[in-house]
C-alpha cells in the first residue's frame, strides 16, 4: 500500500520476482531461475500451453548462456505438446 514504508519492500519483491522468472529464453519458453546449494544455478525451462504451465526441461547451469541442446529439447518438447 502506498504511504505504509514498504514500497521498497515491493520493489525487492518485484526484482527478485524478475530474477526468478525470465522470458529470456525466448520463443515461448520462459525460464525459472534458482541458486542451489554449493553456489550452482539451475533452470527449469516452461511453456504455458492452454493455460497451464508445462515444465519443460530442467537443468543445472555450467555456463553463462543456456547450451544450444538444452533450448533445443525444450522446444522440441514445447512443439510435442502443442500438436
Not at 515461448?28 to 546449494?37: I, N, P
Not at 543445472?60 to 547450451?67: A, E, N
Given at each position: 500500500m502506498p504511504g505504509n514504508g514498504r514500497s521498497g519492500d515491493r520493489d525487492a519483491d518485484a526484482k527478485e520476482a524478475e530474477n526468478l522468472l525470465s522470458p529470456r529464453a525466448g520463443q515461448?519458453?520462459?525460464?525459472?531461475?534458482?541458486?542451489?546449494?554449493g553456489n550452482r544455478i539451475a533452470r527449469v525451462i516452461f511453456c504455458i500451453a492452454q493455460g497451464r504451465m508445462v515444465l519443460l526441461h530442467g537443468f543445472?547451469?555450467?555456463?553463462?548462456?543456456?547450451?544450444n541442446e538444452d533450448?533445443?529439447?525444450?522446444?522440441?518438447?514445447?512443439k510435442e505438446i502443442e500438436q
Open positions: 515461448g519458453l520462459l525460464e525459472v531461475r534458482s541458486t542451489l546449494h543445472v547451469k555450467k555456463t553463462k548462456k543456456i547450451p533450448l533445443t529439447l525444450a522446444r522440441r518438447r514445447m
